[in-house]
C-alpha cells in the first residue's frame, strides 16, 4: 500500500491522480491534499478519499474549507511551509508534485530531500533547478519518476537499465513530439489578435491554463526540452522536437542501429500517471484503447521559430544553461499570467521573455535561494516590462 501526498490535487493533473488512484483502493491511500485557491473541489476531495491533512494557500481559506469537512477528521494547514510538511512527512512514500509554475519548487525539492518517490508533473521544477533538484535527488535517494506524457513516453521506451549515458546504451537522439497547440494554421498576421479565451482551447490535451496557453506558443515543447535535458541527462544537441499534430505518439528515442521506439496511447494524461503509480506492474488507468481504424493518419512536421519564437528561446537558455532557463520560466509565468488578464497580447508573451533574457547575464547558481531570488527580481522586471507594453498598445489606439 503507497501513501500519497498530492500537490495541486484540485489541478487537472491532480484530478487525473485521484481517477486513477480511486481505481485501485487496495494499492493507494492518500495522506494529504494540497490546493490553493479551489476549496470548495479540495473539500469534496477529503470527503472521497479521507485524507489525514488538507493545505489551501491561507487562513482564510483554511477557515472557508473548516465547515465544508464536515465531521471529518481532516486536519488543515496553509501556506508554504505546510506544503513541504505535507511532502516530507515520515508517513509519505510518495509525492504527486502537480503545483503549477515555480511555486512548486520549494516543495518539490524537500520531497527529494526526504528520499521519497516523486511523481514529477511540475516541469518548472526541472527549468529552474534541473542541476540542483537532480543532484538532490541522488543524494538522498529519491526517485523521480516523469508524468509528463513525453517524458513519460521516453522513459517507457528507454533501455529498463538506463544509466545516464546515451551513448553507453547506443542511443542517438531523444525526439519529443509537439501538437503545435491551436494556431499551427493561424495566419501569422491573426497571431496578435489571439485572446485568452482561445489560446486556453487546446485541440488534443485538457489541461489547466499556463501550460494550455504554452502549449500554443510553444513555450511548453521548450520547458520540456530542459526537462529532457536534466531528466535523462542528455546533451541539447542530442534533443530533437517534431511537431505531430494528432498527440498519439508521445515521443521517441532513436537508437544507433536505425531503430526508433515510441510510446503511443490517446491523449490521456491518467496514461503516465497509472504508468508511474503503478510501476513495476501495469494498472488500469480508465483511458480508452487506442483504436487504429479510426485514425485517418499521423502526420509531421518541423517546427517553425516565426511562429513559435518562445521554442526558439528556450533552445537558446537551455544551451546557454545556468541561470538562463531560471529567468526564461519565470519570465515566461509573468507574460502568461498577464496575456490571461488581457493586459498584454498573445505575441508579446515572447517578447516579454527576449526582452528579460537579453537583459540578463547568465551565471551559475548553486542554492534554492539563488534561485529563488533570482526568480523574484525577474517576476519584478517582467511586470514592469510588460506594464510598458501595455501602455504602448494604448497610446497606439
Ligand atoms: P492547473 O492549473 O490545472 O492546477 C494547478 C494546481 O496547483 C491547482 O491545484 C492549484 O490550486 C495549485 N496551485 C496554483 N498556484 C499555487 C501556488 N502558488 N501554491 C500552491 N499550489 C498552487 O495545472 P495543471 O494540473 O495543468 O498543471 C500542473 C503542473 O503539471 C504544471 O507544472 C504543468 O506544466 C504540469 N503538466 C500538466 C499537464 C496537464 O495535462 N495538465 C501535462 C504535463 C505536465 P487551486 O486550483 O486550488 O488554486
Ligand atoms: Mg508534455
Given at each position: ?333 509573468v507574460?502568461?499570467?498577464a496575456?490571461?488578464r488581457?493586459q498584454i497580447?498573445?505575441?508579446d508573451?515572447?517578447?516579454v ?27 519584478a522586471e517582467a511586470e514592469q516590462f510588460s506594464g510598458s507594453l501595455k501602455s504602448l498598445q494604448n497610446?497606439?489606439?
Amino acid at each position: 500500500m503507497q501513501t500519497l501526498t498530492i500537490l495541486g490535487s484540485t489541478g487537472s493533473i491532480g484530478v487525473s491522480t485521484l481517477d486513477v488512484m480511486a481505481r485501485h483502493p487496495d494499492k493507494f491511500s492518500v495522506f494529504a491534499l494540497a490546493g490553493h485557491s479551489q476549496v470548495d473541489k479540495l473539500a469534496e476531495q477529503c470527503h472521497q478519499f479521507q485524507s489525514r491533512y488538507a493545505v489551501v494557500a491561507d487562513e482564510q481559506r483554511a477557515q472557508a474549507l473548516r465547515p465544508l469537512l464536515g465531521s471529518l477528521k481532516t486536519e488543515i494547514l496553509f501556506g508554504e511551509q505546510a506544503l513541504i510538511d505535507v511532502a516530507t512527512a515520515s508517513e509519505v512514500t510518495g509525492v504527486m508534485c502537480a503545483i503549477v509554475g515555480a511555486a512548486g519548487l520549494p516543495s518539490a525539492l524537500a520531497a527529494a530531500q526526504s528520499g521519497k518517490t516523486i511523481y514529477l508533473a511540475n516541469k518548472e521544477t526541472l527549468v529552474v533547478s534541473g542541476s540542483l533538484f537532480m543532484e538532490t535527488a541522488r543524494q538522498h535517494g529519491a526517485k523521480v519518476l516523469p508524468i509528463d506524457s513525453e517524458h513519460n513516453a521516453i522513459f517507457q521506451v528507454l533501455p529498463q537499465n538506463y544509466s545516464g549515458s546515451l551513448k553507453k546504451h547506443g542511443i542517438n537522439a531523444i525526439i519529443l513530439t509537439a501538437s503545435g497547440g491551436s494556431f499551427l494554421h493561424t495566419d501569422l498576421a491573426d497571431l496578435p489578435h489571439i485572446t485568452p479565451a482561445q489560446a486556453v482551447k487546446h485541440p488534443n490535451w485538457s489541461m489547466g491554463q499556463k501550460i494550455s496557453v504554452d502549449s500554443s506558443t510553444m513555450m511548453n515543447k521548450g520547458l520540456e526540452l530542459i526537462e529532457a535535458h536534466w531528466l535523462f541527462n542528455c546533451p541539447p544537441e542530442q534533443l530533437e522536437v517534431v511537431i505531430h499534430p494528432q498527440s498519439i505518439i508521445h515521443s521517441m528515442v532513436r537508437y544507433a542501429d536505425g531503430s526508433v521506439l515510441a510510446q503511443m496511447g490517446l491523449p490521456d494524461m491518467r496514461t503516465p500517471i497509472a504508468y508511474c503509480l503503478g510501476l513495476p506492474e501495469r494498472i488500469d488507468s480508465g483511458v480508452g484503447a487506442l483504436d487504429f481504424s479510426k485514425i485517418a493518419a499521423l502526420t509531421f512536421q518541423e517546427p517553425d521559430f516565426a511562429r513559435y519564437p518562445c521554442l526558439k528561446l528556450a533552445y537558446d537558455a537551455m544551451y546557454a544553461g545556468g541561470s538562463a532557463p531560471c529567468v526564461l520560466n519565470a519570465a515566461n509565468e509573468v507574460a502568461v499570467a498577464a496575456f490571461l488578464r488581457g493586459q498584454i497580447r498573445f505575441t508579446d508573451i515572447a517578447r516579454v521573455v527576449e526582452h528579460s533574457l537579453a537583459k540578463h547575464v547568465s551565471g551559475s547558481l548553486n542554492s534554492i535561494d539563488d534561485l529563488l531570488a533570482l526568480d523574484k527580481q525577474i517576476r519584478a522586471e517582467a511586470e514592469q516590462f510588460s506594464g510598458s507594453l501595455k501602455s504602448l498598445q494604448n497610446t497606439k489606439l
